[in-house]
């Protein structure tokens, strides 16, 4: 394989820009005897849910191993580390304790902590096709904002309702793995319900610097037949604007509000809430077409057939092990195809995801794939468009959901085995790219 070595300097970014890197709770705390079970516990516990069977039982055990974590982050030089509180955690006794520490800890060693307040970890109580599930929520968030909002000033409410929806209640390849195709809309709605009152739950207890992290890619129709763009268009709504729309203009997208439940034109002023900062999980553009009839295998996914689109296959383009194109450029055009749509209504973004899977600890595959989407990211702030943080996906090599412990996304090697960590070259490349920085 050839490699290729990073030389050229990337271009300074604002003052002030915020560097982190992120992680989930259930992907790397381990320690799943001490705490209550979430639907994550329930779908992997069923055989054949994950391609390499594991768990998350131990995963990469922060939950007793933070204190190296934290010198990791230290040692990298980044300003900020984004992490997920465990709803499940904090239902149990002394769940929030782990979090207390954990704060103290990143406090003492000048990392800010970003804390996202639901990353798929659902307590088994609960369900998002229940209302009552965003009531829930927001009580959670007013402990978890209690507790530790004297020292955590930047807050996400949820990680990517999208793809919560689409693979876990809609195509059931992710927890708690349904199959209910269209039928799952009202999950989207619930956690865009449950987005709004979090808010309000924060603001309530003094929080501010309140965002989301919704994942977004560039649509790219197969071709320009008509069948094909319909197709783009209607992924794009689902995709993308599902969960924008609502957030960002107090709308949804035509003819998807009259199948949401519910009194969904007074929900839309609670879930419209003002935001600080609008976050962005970025990985890959998709192309789409017509539906071809038949089941498709696309990025580890097998889609049904049936469904009113295609996924197709970005030739010419390098992949990643997971399979997923690479194309950094069409982060810049997600950033400034933002701008275009939503004009003043758009905060200050955040890109609060981008990676990438490869094997090896020296990999200078992840090294080329982030140095192109810092600079397609610094093309876009170049276009005008105001973002004002990157967080690198992820920390640690982590239990990759439905594909277990196989994908191997972070800046730090784990050895499931002894859980010794070490850091890749990707780790090295970023912070002397941070220390360049400043």
Known sequence: MIRRMVTNPIPQFPAGFLWGVSTSAHQIEGAADEREPSVW???????????????????CDSYHRYPEDVALLAGLGVDAYRFSVSW???????????????????????????????????????????????SR??????????RLGDRVTKWITLNEP??????????????PGRRLMFDALPVAHHQLLAHGLAVRALRAAGAGDIGIANSHGPTWPASEKPEDM????????????????PLLLGRYPEGIGELMPGDAEADLKVIAEPID???????????VGAPLGAEIEFGGLSLPAGLPFSVREIEGRPVTDFGWPVVPEALTELLTGFRERYGDRLPPLVITENGCSYEGVDDQERIAYLDGHIRALHRAIEAGVDVRGYFVWSLLDNFEWAEGCARRFGLVHTDYETLDRTPKASYAWLRDLLRAQR
């Open 230 to 245: 319909e197709a783009a268009e209607f992924y794009d709504v689902l995709l993308n604007r599902l969960f924008s729309d």
């Open 162 to 175: 999208a793809e919560h929806t689409l693979l876990g209640h809609a195509l059931g390849v992710h927890a």
């Open 41 to 59: 516990d329930v779908f992997t516990a069923e055989p054949g849910r994950v391609k390499d069977g594991s768990t998350a039982a131990v995963a």
């Open 137 to 146: 929520f927001a009580e959670y968030v007013s402990a978890v904002a209690e």
């Open 277 to 287: 900062w609008y976050g962005i999980n970025y990985y890959a553009p998709t192309k």
């Open 88 to 134: 499940p955690r904090v239902n149990s006794a002394d769940g929030l304790d782990h979090y207390d520490h954990l704060v103290d800890a990143l406090c003492a060693a000048g990392v800010r902590p970003v804390v996202t307040l639901f990353h798929w970890d659902l307590p088994v109580t609960l369900d998002w096709l229940e209302r009552d599930t965003a």
